[in-house]
């Protein structure tokens, strides 16, 4: 007979997501709100499944205004790869919704191609990193690609902010890169020497 060792898992969530979804509300159609929320909810579960599936240990789950970090025991950079393009292949699986619920399919949609930028602390960077240690890159190299990333994301800000200006509108992608860059230097606080972090 197996037994399967049950851990508790710590999950904190800030009272501002809280607050974030009572004001979305009120400016957001309830359709596209619920969207958004069951295509990020989905997102993670399919991080979770997978985790699950490929035996690894979640410590802790911390939800904020910029997203959701699941602390976890070390894995294979193989399976950390397959739990990072878990959550982008869940969400594309929602385009299966289109006809029935297009904006769910959007919504999950964009959630998904933003999730594989190459950007730290998104699940692209946590393929590409997983993907140099699989093929030996020497460490040099994966700092490289980490200045590289953060190098390309104050490009990205830079352009939003030049086209807001020239254009004189206020862009949602500029928004999305802002959080995204606060979201980075907050998560900062969540980083820990033993634990890989999936978004």
Request: include cysteine.
């Amino acid at each position: 007979m197996m037994y399967s060792r049950q851990r508790d898992v710590k999950i904190s969530i800030s009272g501002i997501v809280f607050l974030i979804l009572a004001a979305a509300s009120l400016v957001l159609p309830m359709r596209w709100l619920m969207a958004a929320v069951l295509a990020a909810g989905v997102h993670e579960l399919c991080h979770v499944l997978a985790i699950s599936l490929l035996h690894g240990e979640i410590e802790g789950i911390k939800i904020h205004p910029f997203g959701v970090v699941m602390m976890l025991h070390p894995m294979e950079p193989g399976k950390e790869i397959v739990c990072a393009l878990a959550g982008p292949l869940g969400g594309a699986a929602l385009l299966l919704f289109l006809r029935v619920y297009p904006e769910l399919a959007l919504c999950a949609c964009i959630h998904s191609v933003y999730n594989m930028l190459p950007l730290p602390g998104l699940d692209g960077a946590r393929i590409i990193s997983g993907l140099f240690v699989l093929c030996g890159i020497h460490t040099d190299a994966a700092q490289k690609f980490k200045v590289f990333c953060h190098v390309l994301r104050v490009v990205l800000l830079v352009s939003l902010v030049g086209y807001t200006i020239l254009y004189g509108q206020l862009d949602d992608g500029l928004i999305l890169l802002m959080a995204d860059v606060l979201r980075t230097i907050i998560r900062k606080i969540y980083c820990k020497d033993t634990f890989f972090a999936v978004q």
